[in-house]
Structures are given as structure tokens and as C-alpha cells.
């Protein structure tokens, strides 16, 4: 797969999505369990309740500065949104972005089982103009796509252990890649090791095998590609198709080669979503209850309001 490396900086760092999926491929697969992508349709019901609707004028995520402790941020209305970021956490990330001059970059991290949004950080060194990258969706979804794909597959009665045998599609996938060869398919990987250590080859025979174009479609749908995520404020969806009645198309799809996009933003929250289960969080950025008037938000922001944050 061939991107430029502008558009793999501005892939999120801030959710390790790759290892997170690892845990659900390693765990019990039972027949009668709904499938963890079908868990995540739920969520649909909450796109449609007003709240997902909010948006707070005048919000950059960008721009905020610290006050007791607090991060808060000014509205277009003169009010002050106290933000749910970790101060400390912000301000490492964007001094490891600052050190080595990151062109452009993005990082999100989010707390699953709630969606409030730890540390928010979109950065070009090359371009200080570049806009908020955490929110572009044109960068490739790459193998952040195989959490879709090993969605599908394990519903799909793929058992995780069962290994399968490859050659080829280190860097890219060819025709021959797809056909089982005795004579060249000398490693095997079971699809948990195949998501842990992202072997492309595995996971396009499996997908070949196992899917069609309709079926990681709907997946793909179902983890919130071609849909606004809802956030605090808009966003555009994360765009892409799964070209039908070409099997080495699909397979590369399957695998993160071309055809899906996603921004940061969406990226971070299909982490969170393996690691809450298959619950796609609502991303929120400004505090519950925490917009009022300046004066107001100054006297109350003593108050302990971020999460600790522990990086191992």
C-alpha cells in the first residue's frame, strides 16, 4: 500500500485500536452471542436522540487554555465551557508533537466507557494553517480497518486460534497472494495473531473465504463509516466503499489497503469501542452541565473534573 507519509502522520495515535482488538479475537466465541459489530448498531438509537444533534458554537477543541486546574475554552455567545481534557496528558502529547516537528499529526485519546475525550491534539509543523487534522477524514483507514474486518470474520464463525498458512502481502496484495501454495506458504498465523501483528495475507484469504462486498459494507457501516460522528462539534463522515465482484478488491479492503478513509477522531473511538464491548461511545469534549458564564465558570472550576490518566 502506497500513501504519502503526510497522510500517515495524520492517522490518530491516541487509541492503540491494533491491541485492543486482540483482547475481543482472544476471548469466548459463543454461537448465541450477538455479534460485536451488530452490538455496536445499537448505538444507532443514540444518533438519533437530540442529544447526539448538540453542538456548541464558536468551539475549537484546538484552542483552550488552562484556569484552577481546568481546562475551559470561550464560546462565540461569550460563555466558558470547561473541557473534559487532562491537562497533563494534553500538554505531553502536544510537547512530543512540538520536539520532533510532526508535519502533520493528530492524536486522540478517549476514555470508552464514556466517550469524554482525554487529550486532543492536531499539529503541523509544516503547515500551521493546516486546520484541525483530528476532524479531516481523508487520510486511509489502513489497518485500523482490520477491527472491521475482524468483526465480520468472527461472527462470520471464524474461529481466532485456527491458522492459516501465506505468502506475500507484506506491503501489497496480488492475485497469487489470495491461493493457498504448499510450496510458498511457509508461515502461519491464526487471525488473533494476524490482528496483533496486522498480516495482511491472512486477512485477505479469510475475507475472501468468508465475506462478500454487502456483508463488510454493512459492518463497516455498523462501526460508523459514511455517517458524522456525532461529537461536540460537526464533522464530516469518514468516507469509503467495499468494491463489489472483484475478489482481490475486496480482499485489500479487508486487509486496509485503499477504498476506506477516517479521521482521527473516528479511529480513536473504534478503539474505544472494541474496548468497551462493542458500545460506540458518544465523543464529548466539553464537560456536562459545564457551560454557563465566565464569571460563573471561574468561581466552581476548582473542582476536580478530569480523570487520571496512567501511562504504562
Not at 508461515?187 to 485477505?204: P, Y
Not at 479487508?254 to 473511538?269: D, E, K, Q, R, T
Request: with cysteine; aromatic share 6%.
Amino acid at each position: 500500500m502506497r500513501v504519502s507519509w503526510r497522510l500517515t502522520l495524520r492517522i490518530t495515535i491516541g487509541v492503540a485500536a491494533i491491541g485492543a482488538a486482540v483482547g475481543f479475537l482472544t476471548g469466548p466465541i459463543s454461537a448465541e452471542a450477538p455479534g460485536l459489530a451488530l452490538r455496536a448498531l445499537a448505538r444507532t438509537e443514540r444518533r438519533a436522540s437530540a442529544a447526539d444533534g448538540r453542538t456548541f458554537p464558536g468551539l475549537d477543541p484546538r484552542r483552550h487554555r488552562v484556569e484552577d486546574g481546568a481546562m475551559v475554552a470561550d464560546l462565540s455567545d461569550g460563555s466558558t465551557a470547561v473541557l473534559s481534557l487532562d491537562p497533563g496528558l494534553q500538554h505531553h502529547l502536544e510537547g512530543v508533537f512540538d520536539q520532533y516537528e510532526v508535519p502533520w499529526g493528530a492524536a486522540v485519546a478517549i476514555e470508552p466507557s464514556t466517550g469524554r475525550v482525554l487529550a486532543y491534539v492536531s499539529h503541523s509543523s509544516a503547515d500551521p494553517d493546516a486546520g484541525d487534522l483530528v476532524l479531516d477524514p481523508s487520510p486511509p483507514a489502513a489497518s485500523v480497518f482490520k477491527i472491521v474486518t475482524g468483526a465480520a470474520l468472527i461472527d462470520a464463525g471464524v474461529n481466532p486460534a485456527e491458522e492459516v498458512c501465506y505468502h506475500g502481502g507484506a506491503s501489497r496484495l496480488h492475485d497469487g497472494d489470495l491461493d493457498d501454495d504448499p510450496d510458498r506458504d511457509r508461515r502461519c498465523a491464526s487471525l488473533t495473531a494476524a490482528m496483533g501483528s496486522s498480516i495482511n495475507a491472512v486477512f485477505a484469504k479469510l475475507a475472501v473465504r468468508h465475506l462478500d462486498a454487502s456483508v463488510l459494507e454493512r459492518y463497516a457501516s455498523a462501526f460508523g463509516f459514511g455517517e458524522s460522528i456525532p461529537f461536540d462539534v460537526p464533522t464530516r463522515p469518514s468516507p469509503g466503499e467495499v468494491p463489489e465482484g472483484d475478489p482481490l478488491e475486496l480482499a485489500r479492503t479487508a486487509a486496509g489497503f485503499w477504498h476506506m478513509y477516517m479521521s482521527p477522531l473516528h479511529a480513536s473511538l473504534i478503539g474505544a469501542t472494541i474496548a468497551d464491548g462493542g458500545r460506540m461511545p458518544r465523543a464529548s469534549i466539553v464537560c456536562a452541565g459545564s457551560v454557563r458564564s465566565r464569571v460563573t465558570i471561574l468561581k466552581s472550576s476548582k473542582r476536580s473534573l478530569m480523570p487520571t490518566v496512567l501511562l504504562a
